[in-house]
């Protein structure tokens, strides 16, 4: 742990266009071909391999908690001055309604939970060393698709996960609706290139299993952009950093308040002592019912980061057009 604790990833350098970075699982790096979606946003890809038969019990509980990643997230922009793209994340409200219902849990604050189908636990390998995150599965055209942080899909700068699986429902060690590969990974170019960690959030298009598609089994919950600041989240993840074990879902409650050390990253933070493992875990706007969540809200940031050891804040990126544009590109795949 270092003196800064963060659930991110590295930071990058703003990178001046609305560029997006994609990479199945077969390849560390996107490959040099590009190719012009229906967004006019460049693309880049790589083949695809499937991590079928890696994630052993054994791999599983020796993974690394995903906030090791974060040790260059802060230092590298700590305390700089603010940026000048508040443009980028201007637009309107923009909401995609979910697809499935479910019961939902008992609203508390720094609280065990009980399993929510569509929140599950993300593992991955970066470097060579395996690692544990969060994740949730979203509304999307393909049916397919789990967000989380950027730094659960790419070093930011850097290469690309491997051996990406999203276990959706994940509770002390068993996979109740099975292990999803994920096809391909997306992140905005603003994290992949630089790491900046205002655009740390990133989605994952999961192969079918046993010919279902993921929403179809465990549902998905709806997303939003765009929305107001200071809202109240709820947010979920499987913390694995001591005291917890990350073998059970865990949420937090609070009203979301602006990152007053580091003004620059425009994350907002709630009340929340989750440690590593968390990482990418959803946060839920409360107030805007959406019937297909089983956690009673639609989707609009991800667990982050925090500082110091005792951490008793989560912040979360805004999610505002780059993001939105991210997530569209991947629904289309």
């Keep these: 742990m270092t003196s800064k604790k963060t659930l991110a990833g590295s930071l990058l350098s703003l990178s001046t266009g609305l560029l997006l970075a994609v990479s199945a699982i077969g390849g560390a790096t996107a490959s040099s071909a590009t190719s012009q979606d229906s967004t006019q946003l460049q693309v880049a ?3 695809v391999s499937s991590p079928q038969g890696y994630w052993t019990p054994e791999r599983m509980r020796a993974a690394v908690p995903g906030d ?3 040790a260059k997230a802060v230092a590298r922009q700590d305390n700089k001055g603010p940026s000048s793209d508040a ?4 637009g309107a409200l923009t909401r995609f309604a979910g697809t499935a219902a479910q019961t939902t849990v008992t609203t508390a604050l720094h609280t065990n939970e ?3 189908k569509h929140i599950g636990k993300v593992f991955f390998t970066l470097a060579g060393n395996n690692y544990v995150c969060s994740g949730n599965s979203v509304a999307a055209r393909n049916k397919s698709l789990v967000a ?9 700068p850097g290469a690309f996960a491997t051996n990406w699986v999203f276990i959706p429902g994940y509770v002390n060690g068993t996979a109740p609706y099975g ?7 997306h992140a905005a170019r603003n994290w992949t290139s630089g790491g900046d960690i205002r655009y740390d959030t990133g989605f994952a298009v999961v192969a079918r299993v046993g010919g279902k598609y993921l929403a179809d089994v465990v549902g998905a919950s709806g997303v939003e952009f765009n929305q107001p600041r200071g809202l109240t989240y709820k947010s979920f993840g499987y913390p694995a950093a001591a005291p917890f074990t990350g073998q059970t879902l865990v949420s937090c409650t609070g009203a979301a308040r602006d990152d007053t050390i580091n003004p620059q990253f425009n994350s907002q933070g709630i009340s929340c002592d989750m440690t590593g493992g968390s990482s990418g875990g959803p946060w839920f706007a409360q107030g805007d019912t959406d019937a297909a969540s089983g956690a009673g809200g639609f989707q609009n940031s991800v667990n982050s980061y925090g500082y110091g050891t005792n951490s008793t804040t989560m912040f979360g990126p805004f999610w505002g057009s780059t993001t939105m544009k991210v997530y569209d590109s991947a629904q289309r795949k």
């Design 45 to 47: 890809s790589t083949p």
């Design 68 to 70: 090791v990643l974060a």
């Design 87 to 90: 443009a980028v994340e201007s």
């Design 114 to 116: 009980a399993p929510v």
């Design 148 to 156: 989380t942080a950027g730094h659960c899909v790419n070093e930011g």
């Design 179 to 185: 292990q999803w590969p994920a096809r391909s990974l």
